[in-house]
């Protein structure tokens, strides 16, 4: 384990398997280099793709990852839909998969914004309890509804029984509950994209430095000045609105969040 004042920090883009969870790959980060780890978004164990996976100092900086849009890859099977919408599931009921004509129709419906119950087998917790631990036990309850936005949906490929799709969908959107939506579960699960980081990029090797973490938010170069003011909590002078990334050198100071000509410091790296 490297000694305090080198343990690294940044972005690390992780291929993750299926099989173990998010959590259990972080923690590995955190033994392997003796860093504070977290995660930008989890996925399910049966899953595989995309883990952003942020160290150090860097863990500050997951607000702004969380909300980015993400690509998956599934294939959906339409004879059937299970109790936690994957293949792990037990079997609730079984249906005549539709002809292509007729999925092209339901798909069509789930573009956009749509309204979908949140699947049983989630994490949200329904009266203080999360979910999962209420369905492992046999308690039905009635989902809430998520609205969420599918901004891409295409089938790739469709059998008869297997529909390929690949979706870029907005943050909060489960691929299951559309799944349960056609009638089907997800046979397979792949997480591509989130936000302009691609699944091709991940080497869960490589730590990427914080200064590449968030390439989405505008950046303002500040002085080593400014840089220790922010770092003191005070605002100095800058151009735009929004959160912006403030760089001195090349090294992320954070982010700041400018208006009205000013930069007060939101999430400071120390």
Do not use: N, W
């Not at 049966?46 to 702004?64: D, E, I, K, N, P």
């Not at 309890?129 to 039905?140: D, F, K, N, P, Q």
């Not at 809430?144 to 490929?157: A, C, I, Y």
């Amino acid at each position: 384990m490297p000694p305090r004042g080198l343990r690294p920090s940044g972005l690390v883009l992780v291929d993750k398997p299926a099989g173990p969870s998010s959590f259990a790959l972080v923690d590995e980060l955190r033994r392997c280099t003796g860093a504070k780890a977290g995660h930008a978004g989890t996925l399910d164990p049966f899953a595989t793709g995309l883990l952003l996976v942020l160290l150090g100092a860097a863990t500050r900086l997951a607000r702004y990852l969380v909300g980015l849009d993400k690509r998956y890859l599934t294939e959906v099977d339409l004879s059937g839909r299970t109790s936690t919408g994957d293949p792990e599931g037990e079997q609730l009921d079984e249906s005549e998969p539709p002809d292509r004509q007729t999925l092209e129709g339901q798909l069509e419906e789930l573009r956009g914004e749509i309204a979908l119950p949140i699947p049983a087998a989630s994490a949200v917790k329904i009266g203080g309890e999360r979910a999962y631990r209420l369905a492992r036990r046999g308690v039905t309850v009635e989902m809430p509804l998520r609205t969420t936005t599918v901004h891409e949906l295409t089938l790739v490929e469709y059998d008869g029984r297997f529909a390929r799709l690949d979706l870029r969908v907005s943050s909060g959107t489960y691929i299951r509950a559309i799944a349960a939506a056609l009638g089907g579960h997800c046979a397979s699960l792949r997480r591509t994209e989130v936000g302009s980081f691609s699944i091709e990029a991940a080497d869960g090797a490589q730590i990427l430095p914080a200064a590449e973490a968030l390439p989405f938010l505008p950046a303002l170069s500040v002085s080593p000045e400014e840089a220790s003011a922010l770092r003191s909590g005070r605002p100095v002078a800058g151009a735009g609105e929004g959160p912006l990334r403030l760089l001195v050198d090349g090294e992320l100071v954070g982010v700041g969040r400018a208006e009205s000509g000013v930069v007060r410091p939101e999430s400071i790296l120390p």
